[in-house]
């Protein structure tokens, strides 16, 4: 609108140039047998009086009065939208790539060189509760969900270069719609987990002076003997923050883009895509440190968000500060036994219990 | 083999949207779906207002068919870009993309989910064998019958040109040449050194926008 404001004695002449230029040009551009200099001379020739100046303003969007109710349809031509491809195919799509590619590579040749962290001492047998069966619920909950959506989100963005040449065309067609349709009824459903898991969570995971000397030693990578750690180790709250911010950024992104009835622009909906889609995409590759942390990584962590126990030895080893304060509460296999029998009898009879 | 083109002659156009009930009835779109559309620019203002029909381009290099997740675009040997509606999943990308703001949506699902995405196929139908069903999805294939779209053949200024990219450009230029003597216009670029060179970068611009 503020060009027709500062220009608008140029307006019949855009819209000449619009006709001539936009429509007609791949023919005039390219004549049988006619050098490219030619071609420009006679577009010269052809819509005399062409100025950047014209260019310009069809390059800042210029809109007008239409009868069409459809989103957009007053603007004549929209640029952000040959921006956007450029973004999405030629930064996104393959960075995203280099990023899940690097960080799968990574971990692998962090595996192959340096291996698992092993526990330094026996288990002692003797158990503490780390997670409890909401923290569990929750952490599962996000994660398969998590699993879900990255899988879905990432076929809307590749598979059609390698999937649609294997799958015949109603297969494929069905694939997509599938996954088009899980991805955008299950991420509202991750929205509620990830807020449960952040307001559950967020009171761990201020960062202190332990974390700052944990990180000093990169987590027991550098130098001798394993860091001192509370409940959560500087890694762990790292992870938390992530999971919080840039999730809270793809939850965000992802309802707007979720919900096109609210009449966002188009213009809009190219930066939230984006957004949605490099969030995405640094989180996932950021999970793969997280997964294998959590399982091959590390003798004795998986228990501990399976069964809700770890082992003694394992809490002493990685969480030193955090066993001190409750190894007074380890208990042996024994009672763990009695003490999950308790539990799935009240579950299973919950009117004997009440 | 022809590369099928539209053109607009905005000195011609009168905005009676002809083309755009032409289209909506060759077409028998659903409610809300309106394929080609009108833009007046400087509504009201004498001397100043021009009118542009504007649809799908059906591009040379199709931004559309570039961001689509299912690739459901193909071009044909007509240089149309038409598309599958078995495979659009209606994300809505396409709409993105467009500079012409030509992919349509019916609102079909809930919380404003789209339906399968509609637009101009420069009444050359789709990809369907039956043609009631062709017919039913797509609309009118009036270039199979060695017709040209309803929009153009309909437009009582002919303003609005469909066909042979060539022929329409050189009926064109014919139209400007025309003007150009008339209202003295003409070789006006070559007189001004000054406009020139812009009239050489514009024209530079334009070209390259119209190879990518």
């Known amino acids: 609108m503020k060009y027709r404001k500062r220009n608008r004695g140029w307006f019949s002449l855009v819209a000449l140039l619009l006709a001539g230029c936009l429509f007609s040009l791949p023919s005039v551009a390219q004549p049988q047998g006619g050098p490219p200099a030619d071609a420009r001379k006679e ?15 069809v390059q800042g969007g210029v809109t007008g009065t239409t009868s069409s109710r459809s989103p957009g349809a007053e603007t004549l031509i929209m640029v952000q939208g040959e921006q956007w491809r450029n973004w999405r195919n030629h930064w996104v799509s393959p960075g995203g790539l280099i990023a899940l590619g690097g960080s799968a590579a990574g971990i692998l040749l ?31 909950y996000v994660a398969s969900l998590f699993i879900i959506l990255g899988f879905t989100g990432l076929m809307l963005l590749y598979a059609k270069w390698f999937l649609q040449p294997i ?59 394993h860091p001192q750690a509370g409940y959560l180790n500087g890694g762990e709250k790292v992870w938390f923050w992530i999971v919080t911010f840039v999730g809270l950024t793809v939850v965000i992104s992802g309802l707007i883009a979720d919900f096109p009835n609210f009449g966002q622009s188009r213009e809009t909906m190219q930066i939230t895509l984006l957004v949605h889609g490099i969030g995405a995409l640094i989180l996932m590759a950021a999970s793969f440190g997280h997964i294998y942390i959590g399982t091959a990584g590390t003798e004795g962590a998986f228990e ?10 394992w809490a002493k080893q990685h969480h030193d500060l955090w066993y001190h304060a409750v190894k007074d509460q380890a208990i042996d296999e024994a009672e763990l036994e009695a003490r999950k029998a308790g539990n799935s009898q009240t579950a299973a009879n919950p009117t004997q219990a009440s | 083999m022809a590369r099928m083109k539209f053109l607009c002659d905005s000195e ?113 139908g789709g990809p369907e064998a039956d043609p009631a069903l062709e017919a039913q999805k797509y609309g009118a294939n009036r270039l199979k019958d060695g017709k ?47 406009l020139s060179e812009l009239a050489r970068q514009a024209a530079e611009l334009a070209t390259d926008a119209a190879r990518s």
């Open chain 1, 110 to 140: 962090f595996w192959l060189l340096v291996g698992p962290v092993k526990l330094e001492h026996p288990r002692t047998g003797r158990k503490i509760e780390r997670w409890t069966r909401m923290d569990r619920t929750i952490h599962w």
């Open chain 2, 12 to 124: 011609r156009c009168i905005d009676c949207n002809g083309c755009v009930t032409a289209c909506k009835n060759a077409n028998e779109t659903e409610w809300g779906i309106q394929r080609r559309r009108v833009v007046t620019l400087d509504d009201g203002e004498i001397g100043k207002e021009v009118s542009i029909s504007v649809a799908c381009m059906h591009c040379s290099d199709a931004p559309c068919m570039a961001v689509c997740p299912t690739n459901c675009f193909y071009p044909t040997e007509d240089g149309l870009i038409l598309h599958n509606k078995d495979t659009c999943i209606g994300c809505g990308y396409c709409l993105y993309a467009c500079p012409f703001g030509a992919p349509q949506f019916p609102k079909q699902g809930a919380f404003g989910a789209r339906g399968k995405m509609d637009k101009c196929t420069f009444c050359a």
């Open chain 1, 304 to 313: 501990g968000m399976k069964t809700g126990y770890v082992d003694e030895s």
């Open chain 1, 167 to 225: 799958l015949p065309g109603g297969v494929w067609a069905a694939f997509m719609t599938a996954a088009k349709n899980i991805h955008n009824y299950l991420g509202p459903l991750f929205a509620l987990g990830l807020l449960a898991m952040i307001l559950k969570w967020i009171r761990h995971n201020a960062f202190n002076r332990v974390d700052l000397k944990w990180f000093a030693k990169g987590g027991g990578i550098v130098g001798k003997g």
């Open chain 2, 148 to 194: 040209l779209p309803l929009c153009a053949e309909m437009c009582s200024t002919k303003a609005l040109l469909a066909g042979d990219a060539q022929e329409v450009s050189d009926i064109f230029r014919e139209r400007v040449v025309y003007r150009g003597h008339r209202n003295g216009a003409w070789g006006a670029t070559q007189q001004e050194p000054g």
């Open chain 1, 43 to 57: 577009l010269m020739q052809t819509l005399p009086g062409t100025t950047s100046d014209y260019w310009r303003n």
